[in-house]
């Protein structure tokens, strides 16, 4: 074989193996198009990532001064916030303004907050504000405004003779009033609460928890089949006579299931620096539909938990791709 036939050999297996890349090209494409479709709650790609699963993985009012003023039920103080149990409430003695305030142990980054298990009425409202220095001086770094407790049902979906005018999603709900905001630098925080006195109501108001934080939204979000389950502790048993008896009590709270399958080394490293820090025993709060256009689910789908069983197991999938499965009660 001379070289101008050796060199059309040669020529002619380059073009094969380029065509071959190609196609191999081609489909990756095609698989990159619609595997978006696939990897998000919801069924598209959700350019905006203030949707995306979020979780409050620091609370910085844990290591801050914490003051209220006008002063609170002596036996239910401001710190009972920090406390899991759904006993230990803050409760005030007024529904007039009440103003929380403090020193972060340091400058921190805080773009979440959340005032939990309250029972603030349809007039209730809170404005957070966070300073760049401490004892609430320099710069105003984020204030909120006033912003209301609950989420009003809007007129267009109101059952007119069902739902009083001003009615609220989820009043039969552990209510949280979550606040998420871009990230900022501060050293101190003043959060002012207050309510309405009105015919057939109390005068006070109460609040299970309260977190100041920061949170960690993964870059894809969690995939299709998430779930959230109401768990009871009843007891079914039939009689002779086949009816069904049943003894427990009422209250009842959330159980969550989701998977997050496409984590990046960025996102399952700082996942599981969290997991090993809180554990199955410290509590912390989810929410999978954040700021979502339907109320009740973004108010179903938010609560402080804790993990449940094994702790997340962590999986390298495929190169620079790793997978979690995800199990969270309720406190």
């Not at 759904?86 to 972060?104: D, K, P, W, Y």
């Not at 630098?185 to 959060?191: D, G, Q, V």
């Amino acid at each position: 074989m001379d070289v101008l036939e050796q060199n059309n050999v040669a020529f002619g297996r380059a073009g094969d193996l380029i065509g071959a890349l190609e196609v191999r090209m081609e489909v990756l494409e095609r698989l990159a198009r619609q595997a978006p479709s696939r990897l998000q709650a919801g069924g598209s790609v959700r350019r905006n990532r203030d949707n995306f699963l979020k979780i409050i993985v620091e609370n910085y009012l844990e290591t801050a001064t914490m003051n209220i003023s006008p002063a609170p039920y002596a036996t239910m103080p401001v710190e009972h916030l920090l406390m899991p149990e759904r006993e230990a409430v803050l409760m005030t003695q007024s529904c007039s303004e009440h103003v929380i305030s403090g020193n972060f142990d340091r400058r921190r980054v805080v773009n979440a907050a959340v005032l939990g298990g309250h029972t603030l009425s349809v007039w209730g409202k809170h404005r957070l504000e966070l300073f760049a220095d401490y004892d609430f001086q320099g710069k105003l770094e984020y204030d909120s405004g006033l912003t209301l407790a609950r989420r009003r049902v809007p007129l267009q979906q109101l059952q007119i003779g069902v739902q009083p005018w001003g009615a609220t999603y989820g009043d039969d709900l552990m209510q949280a009033a979550p606040l998420w905001f871009e990230s900022v630098f501060a050293k101190s925080y003043r959060w002012t609460i207050h309510d309405r006195t009105a015919s057939g109501r109390p005068d006070y108001w109460q609040a299970g928890y309260g977190i100041i934080g920061r949170s960690w939204s993964p870059e894809v979000n969690f995939d299709w089949d998430a779930s959230i389950q109401w768990v009871q502790d009843v007891h079914h048993e039939r009689s002779e006579g086949k009816s069904l008896h049943s003894e427990g009590t009422h209250d009842k709270y959330r159980r969550a299931n989701f998977s997050l399958h496409w984590l990046s080394e960025a996102d399952a490293n700082l996942l599981y620096e969290f997991i090993r820090q809180f554990g199955g025993l410290k509590e912390f709060y989810v929410s999978m539909y954040p700021k979502y256009h339907s109320a009740i689910r973004e108010i179903e789908h938010g609560f402080l938990g804790r993990f449940t069983g094994e702790l997340p197991e962590r999986k390298h999938a495929h190169p620079n791709n790793y997978t979690a499965p995800i199990e969270l009660e309720e406190i």
